[in-house]
Structures are given as structure tokens and as C-alpha cells.
């Protein structure tokens, strides 16, 4: 985006061709593990599992104008945003994240420097994860479709899903919640990461607290993280009963591990963790805080439920340098569906949540 | 396509929306195998892999537009169509398939028929193949985008690259070249599977034997079938060096194999197999049959090389039913390029092929 105009026409996916974008990505692709014995450049690419574990594996799909926005949105954003998700999804499972494909459609007229750029995400995004790519597909198509396929590994006894949530468990987050929709919002608002700064919005005033929480909860957004490392250890650990990674909105997702479990749950406003650059930019920008928690999406925090003793997962999490996980409420019978408690002691059923096609 | 018009509005996907739609493909999606430990439905699924053996990736794309048009296929051929691709793959490296992930990318707009047909497409194909459908993803998207993660199993000191193709053997067709791309040019013609007759061409004569072959051909085109159990009875018997499945012609896909084997190769024009039904289309369209089989692309045969005696690979295939495969032409030294050989001595240098952005 803030690539310098040149006289010389820039060159496309066009310009190179179907073979000659393979031969481009293959020369500058990273090295791969030796437990992959054959990469990308064959019929398909072949892997040695690790002895006595089993596979997890999980799909998801980016599609420009609705996951993402060229506006605001820098190549190798998305490619980190791609692999980040399904990093999310094996993280949830308490899975070691192994091999990621990655299918492309392309426009023909799109530059190569975003392609470049989306794979230098995705790559950098792995090697950071210990995660190989060792496949992928290019097709025509009229937008950009970015789908991540990403296959782990774990102890069968050990993973955990959605429907282990018992009645009596706490429920927890691992971080602070609305940071992601609060970015969307600063953007969707006009403001940018690279100034920090009202765009559109000409000079107002904004102090320089204001600015780096704009920054913080649009970096949040940009560049998501996910927690596939602290899912690890509480899968390990035997801590988390059930658990499920935070993409569609806290209500959403809470919803959907309370259904697979056959229980209900009372979480509580006042211990949904919130921080505080999330607040300020709520407060620029005439928004509930809380409703960014409960509805916004995209924080990749983990959710999980577990019966063990607060200070235990406390410890266990600070050991491996982990931040502290928030107890925000309960797991109850399925009578008593999903509610959210207020300060003040009321009580009001838990709603919102991100849904394709609606 | 043949669906009759109620006075009922029909529902589309936007009328059921996202977890209408997962519900909707939960309860329709055929029971899995006891080795998958868990499907649809979680953060992620979870399989058991058989001990031993090593793992095979493969990813593919289909965009409507590119890969497919709505005018002449039925949503059960798209899903037949995107699977078979990954199973062509699959069975090109001489592994057998084993757990297939769905990514789909939709238009809101879009008749819940289409969806239930493809589905119905790729379940079909899965379990002819023993393949379960473990996972998925639904996302917003302008037009249908249809993405297959397959994952197969091999012993790894059987399991058949692209590269093992050496100076002296020969190469081979599991079976016949040009049927795939006759059909697509009888359907852009205006003929139709369900007709076989003319459409748009005013009631032209057409003789029974050639409705015949226009149906073969489009069914050719529009259900195509992956050679994957042959693919691995020629890499278990230990007879395929290298091999690659024929999906971009036969040119492209033989090109491909040779520069990965590092060498040269010679095929015989009149050794190519181009059955009947191909060439009555081509005369009844002008076209010429050889181009179609070297051109073509999408029969999803095999294409291999051998050391082994004929007679020795035609009985390995006749033994499990399969039918004889071509002897097509040698391999000879990389600086010998690659070249098509004419009935009466003379020879060209091969070309032809599809590759996307072209």
C-alpha cells in the first residue's frame, strides 16, 4: 500500500502465467522439515506422521470484500489472517499444528507484489507456528479466495472438542475480548495503522493515548494471533474440558460449545475482560464496549470450560509464560439456556454473533 | 436443471443462512468410518491414521465461470468433479484416499438445490472411493468457489513421484486421451447429456451413433472418474517410476513429468488412444482428435512410465479388472526435448496445454 508508483507497468499474475507464479513461489518458498518428504511441485505432497499420534485437520476460507479489504488491508496481513484462523481451529483442539495447503483464486489482473506479499504472510505465519507448507492450488477467479487447509497432530486422549463442558465448570477466555472489532471499526471509521491518525476526519483532536489504542486495536485486527500454544498446554494438562476458538463473537461461540455439551451458561458482564485500548476507541467512537466483547469477533482468544482450581491454570499457564486466563462465568443445565448476569445482579439472555449470509 | 418451477418462492442459502445450512449438511451427511475419531462439527476433526503408513496432501479449486458453468452442469457433477480432481491426484502418487475437507465459498443468492446437489456429488464420489468428508467451511463469496483438501495413505517406499522417469522406459495411458475435451466442446456447441440431440441447431440430422458418442463424451466431461485404483496397483506392483495425472492435456502434463525426471521424451501419434465416440464428435464438430488428446486436458487418466515388460503390466491391471493401458512412447535423454512423432516417420516438437491466466 505504500508501494511507490513507477512509470513501468506493473506486473500481474497475468504477466507470469499459471506455471511461471508456481516456479516464482517455489524459488522463494522456505525450506521445508524433514518429516516432509515431498513439498509442493508434485501430484501431491507427502508427510511422515509422528508414531502414535492422531491427525486433526480443518479448512477455512478468506474472501476479499467480506473477510478482508484491499482499502486497508496489506497482503501479508492477509496471508497471516488466513493461516491464523485455522491455527485458531487446532489450537482449539489442544493439536500441535503441522501442515498447512493453501488454494488460491486469483484475479488476472492482480499485481504480483500482493501475491508475493500474501505468501510472505503465510510463510512467516508458519514458521513461526513450526507449521509447513507443503501443498497448494492456483485458480482463476473474480476476487481473491484464500482457503487454508491445516492438518495437526495430538494425543487422542488429550485433544479436546466443543462437548466436554460439565455442569459446575467455570468458564474461561484466554484474553481481552472486542480488541479485533474495535480495529474494524477504527478503520471502517477512517482511521489507518501507518498514521494513527483521523483520515477523512480532518485533524481532530486526538491525544496521543487515544492514537496508540486506535493503533493496538487496528494491529489487533490486522494481525491477529492465535492461541494455539496455551491450547496445548491446557489440553495437556487435562484443564480444559471443553474448548473452542473465539471467531464469530463470545454470545456465537459460547452458544455453540454450550450446545455440543448439552448445557447451559451464566457468564458475567463484569469479568468479560476488556482492555483498555478497546475502551478508549469505543469511547471515540460512540460504541458499548461489551457489545464489541460479546458480538465482535475475530480475537482468536480461546474459550474453554474446566473444572480445575483457578490458581492451578494460573500457574500452569504462567509457567510456560503465558498471560492470565479470565474466569468470566459458569456452566448450568441446558434449562437454564445462556444468559449474561449484570453488575447489579440482573439477568438478560446472551445474544449476537457473526453468521455468513445473513 | 430439469427442477419444476413452483408459485413458491425457493429457499436460497441466505433464507437458512450459515448454521442453517451446517445443520442442514450435518443431517444429511452420510455416517463415517470408525476411523475418524470426530467429523463435522468442532473446531476441527479427528482421525485415527493407519500405523505405517505415511501421509498424501492435495488441495484443488473449481470457480464457476472457469472450471464449471451452471448452463450445462448439474450440481452433482460439481461435486463429483471437485473430488475427482484430489483423487486423481491421490491416485497419481499411487496412495489410497482417505479424508477429504470442503471449503465452499457461496453466493447468498444461491438455490439451496445447488447446494444439497453438489453436496450430494461429493458424498456419492467419496464413499465409491472409501473417502470421508471430515470437514468443512462455509464463507460468503460472488460466485460458487469450491476448494478439496484430500488426504490419502501410501508406504513411503511406494508412493510414486513425478521424478523417477528414466532414460529407456517406456510411457504410458491408463486410458483413452480427448473424450473429456470433446464433450466440453459438443456442451459449447449447444448439445446436451439429456437431449443428446441438437439444440440451438435446428433438428440437423444427426444418426444415432453419433447422439451416442456426443452423450459419452459430455458425460466424459461432466462426470469424469480418477484412475485411483489403478494408480495404486502400477505403484504396489512397483511397475510406475513416475506418474502424473493427465488433467491439463496431455502435452502440459507429460512436459511437467519430464522436467521433474530431468529428460526427454517421444510419443507416437498414432499410439495415442483416442476412442471412437471422440472421434465422431471431432468430425462432427471440425475438430481434430489428436489435438483434443494432446491439448484437452481433464480425462484424468494416468500417464506413467515403466521399466517393466508390457505383458507384465497389461496382466498386473486385466488381474484387478482394470482395462489394458497405451504404450505411448519412450524416454529418452533430457537434450532430446520432447517431441510427437508422425505416422510416417517425421516428428514436431510438442505443444499445447492449459494453464490458468492464460
Not at 496489506?74 to 485458531?88: C, Y
Not at 460439565?166 to 478503520?187: D, Y
Not at 474446566?306 to 441446558?334: D, M, N, Q, W, Y
Not at 448476569?341 to 454473533?353: E, F, M, S, T
Request: aromatic share 6%; with cysteine; charged share 20%.
Amino acid at each position: 500500500m505504500s508501494r511507490k508508483r513507477t512509470g513501468k507497468k506493473e506486473a500481474t499474475v497475468k504477466t507470469v502465467g499459471e506455471f511461471g507464479l508456481l516456479k516464482r513461489l517455489r524459488a522463494k518458498a522456505p525450506p521445508l522439515p524433514p518429516h516432509v518428504l515431498l513439498g509442493i511441485g508434485d501430484d501431491a505432497s507427502i508427510m511422515q506422521p509422528s508414531p502414535g499420534l492422531t491427525l486433526v485437520a480443518t479448512v477455512d476460507v478468506l474472501v476479499e470484500g467480506k473477510d478482508f479489504h484491499w482499502q486497508w488491508c496489506p497482503p501479508e496481513a492477509i496471508g497471516q489472517k488466513g493461516l491464523t484462523v485455522s491455527l485458531s481451529d487446532v489450537g482449539a483442539m489442544g493439536a500441535v499444528p503441522r501442515y498447512a495447503l493453501v488454494a488460491l483464486g486469483l484475479p488476472p489482473r492482480m499485481p504480483l507484489h500482493r501475491v508475493d506479499g500474501l505468501y510472505r504472510g503465510i510463510w512467516e505465519t508458519a514458521e513461526a507456528a513450526g507449521v509447513a507448507v507443503v501443498g497448494g492450488d492456483l485458480s482463476e477467479a473474480p476476487c481473491l479466495v484464500l482457503s487454508v487447509t491445516l492438518i495437526g497432530e495430538g494425543k487422542v486422549d488429550r485433544l479436546v472438542r466443543r462437548s466436554g463442558g460439565k455442569v459446575g465448570e467455570s468458564i474461561w477466555v484466554t484474553g481481552p475480548l472486542g480488541r479485533a472489532a474495535a480495529g474494524l471499526r477504527a478503520l471502517q471509521a477512517g482511521y489507518r495503522l501507518e498514521q494513527s491518525s483521523a483520515k477523512g476526519k480532518q485533524r481532530k483532536n486526538i491525544s496521543p493515548k487515544t492514537r496508540k489504542a486506535i493503533r493496538e486495536t487496528i494491529q489487533a485486527q490486522l494481525y491477529p494471533v492465535a492461541r494455539y500454544r496455551e491450547g496445548k498446554v491446557l489440553a495437556e494438562a487435562g484443564f480444559a474440558t471443553a474448548m473452542i476458538d473465539l471467531s464469530d463473537g463470545l454470545a456465537s461461540d459460547l452458544s455453540r460449545l454450550a450446545e455440543e455439551s448439552g448445557v447451559g451458561a451464566r457468564i458475567y458482564a463484569d469479568r468479560i475482560p476488556v482492555d483498555p485500548a478497546t475502551q478508549q476507541v469505543a469511547q471515540l467512537l460512540g460504541l458499548d464496549p461489551l457489545r464489541l466483547a460479546l458480538g465482535g469477533g475475530e480475537d482468536f482468544e480461546l474459550l474453554f470450560t474446566s473444572g480445575a482450581h483457578p490458581a492451578t491454570i494460573h500457574e500452569a499457564l504462567a509457567r510456560s509464560g503465558f498471560a492470565k486466563p479470565h474466569l468470566i462465568g459458569e456452566v448450568l443445565p441446558a434449562g437454564e439456556g445462556l444468559s449474561l448476569a449484570g453488575p447489579r445482579g440482573g439477568q438478560k439472555p446472551l445474544q449476537g454473533g457473526f453468521e455468513h449470509f445473513r
